[in-house]
């Protein structure tokens, strides 16, 4: 068995879940880890199937999604091994006014601190740009060194920044 | 004699208990309600006893519901007094039977479980509470009243005894995460 990438993307409707992951049931592929969403309304759609097929026997069974206008795509994963991450977790939340540059910046400055961001949301609304980011910071980060730098990189921006430890509970 | 002393909960004729295996999901004790005892039952008390035991070995764990060890009784244990995040504190107790009287001022938190050992959630719980319930052995009834890390504690034990997980209260399509650090 090896890993496979599959995207779905486009226009939204109902039953475009149960669609693909009928035929993948069928060749008996095993779901593992997926994300979807609407992006300004877009079915996007990430996930990785662990199956004997070939991707282009996986392609070819949903080609009739791709006749209705949606972008699919099979490509095979690289094996990896996940590495132990022993960092801390931080919610990072962004926002103010729409301009140019403001995902680059902030993660910039995340990126220069050996922050890994490991979940990522942004939203376009009306009047207001918002970035939600999960982020793991090595144990030794000087937060306080780069909560500075966050706010002083949104000042520039003329956005909000703010960085709050998420560590869970085990109760 | 009133069973809470200078506001800690006084444990009495516990017996030193064993450490039982903790079970995890998808096992379908976890998923069934628990059904009420009689706190002064013998067998009872030896699981008072036992979930004490467990809860004290188990690194970072501050609470154990009885299905938790595979045991379907209205039992949980608790004790939140090292933790950093509590502000009221009862010291480490067992409740027998207990049911929520009052909750209010909910607050988002991220919560982890023995039992769940691969995700974490963002769950909302009352930050205010107060649940009856009765003390092993001597059968007392008590009524804890409890705020901030203890009260999310006291509601996260109660769901297990109702047969639910954290996973059945989380926040929406994206508040689940992988958990990345075993304790």
Same mark, same amino acid.
């Given at each position: 068995?090896? *890993?496979?990438?599959?995207?779905v ?13 009928? #035929?993948?049931?069928? %060749?008996? &592929? ?5 994300s ?38 099979v ?12 960092? +801390? ?7 103010g ?7 680059s ?6 990126a ?6 490991t979940?990522?949301?942004?939203? %376009? ?5 918002l ?18 730098q966050? @706010? ?13 430890p998420?560590?869970p509970?085990?109760? | ?21 903790? #079970? ?10 628990? #059904?009420? *005892? ?5 067998? #009872? ?9 467990? /809860?004290?070995?188990?690194p ?6 009885? +299905? /938790? ?15 950093? @995040? $509590? ?12 049911? *929520?009287?009052?909750a209010?001022? +909910?607050? @988002? ?16 719980r ?24 203890? $009260?999310? $504690?006291? /509601? ?8 639910? %997980? ?5 926040? &929406?399509?994206h $508040?689940?995460?992988?958990? @990345?650090?075993?304790?």
């Amino acid at each position: 068995m090896s *890993v496979l990438a599959l995207t779905v993307l486009g226009h939204d409707r109902p039953g475009i879940i149960a669609e693909v992951t009928g #035929v993948l049931a069928e %060749l008996g &592929g095993n779901l593992e880890d997926s994300s979807m969403t609407l992006l300004r309304g877009h079915f996007a759609w990430t996930l990785l199937v662990d199956t004997e097929a070939r991707p282009e026997d996986l392609e070819s069974r949903l080609s009739g999604l791709r006749a209705e206008g949606l972008v699919v795509s099979v490509l095979p994963l690289p094996e990896h091994r996940r590495e132990g991450e022993t960092g +801390n977790a931080f919610l990072l939340s962004v926002y103010g006014a729409d301009r140019a540059g403001i995902v680059s910046a902030v993660t910039r400055v995340l990126a220069d601190h050996g922050g890994n961001v490991t979940d990522l949301t942004t939203r %376009l609304g009306a009047d207001l740009y918002l970035l939600t980011a999960e982020v793991e910071l090595p144990t030794d980060a000087d937060v306080t060194a780069l909560e500075a730098q966050l @706010k002083s990189t949104a000042l520039t921006l003329g956005v909000e920044a703010h960085l709050v430890p998420v560590e869970p509970d085990v109760l | 004699m009133s069973a809470i002393v200078d506001g800690r909960i006084v444990m009495s004729g516990l017996a030193v208990g064993a450490v039982l295996h903790v #079970v995890t999901a998808p096992d379908p004790v976890l998923s069934t309600p628990c #059904v009420d *005892v009689d706190p002064r039952d013998p067998a #009872v008390v030896r699981l008072a006893a036992d979930l004490l035991a467990t /809860q004290r070995v188990s690194p970072g764990c501050v609470g154990l519901a009885a +299905n /938790q060890v595979g045991i379907n009784w209205r039992v949980f244990s608790l004790d939140v007094s090292a933790h950093p @995040k $509590a502000r009221t504190t009862h010291g480490e107790y067992v409740l027998i039977n207990p049911r *929520v009287e009052a909750a209010s001022r +909910n607050e @988002k938190g991220r919560e982890g479980c023995l039992s769940v050992p691969d995700f974490t959630g963002d769950v909302k719980r009352a930050t205010r509470i107060a649940v009856r319930g009765w003390l092993p052995a001597s059968g007392e009834e008590v009524v804890i009243e409890t705020d901030a890390f203890e $009260a999310r $504690a006291l /509601q996260h034990e109660l769901d297990h005894l109702d047969g639910a %997980l954290f996973l059945d209260r989380v926040a &929406g399509a994206h $508040a689940v995460f992988a958990r @990345k650090t075993y304790l």
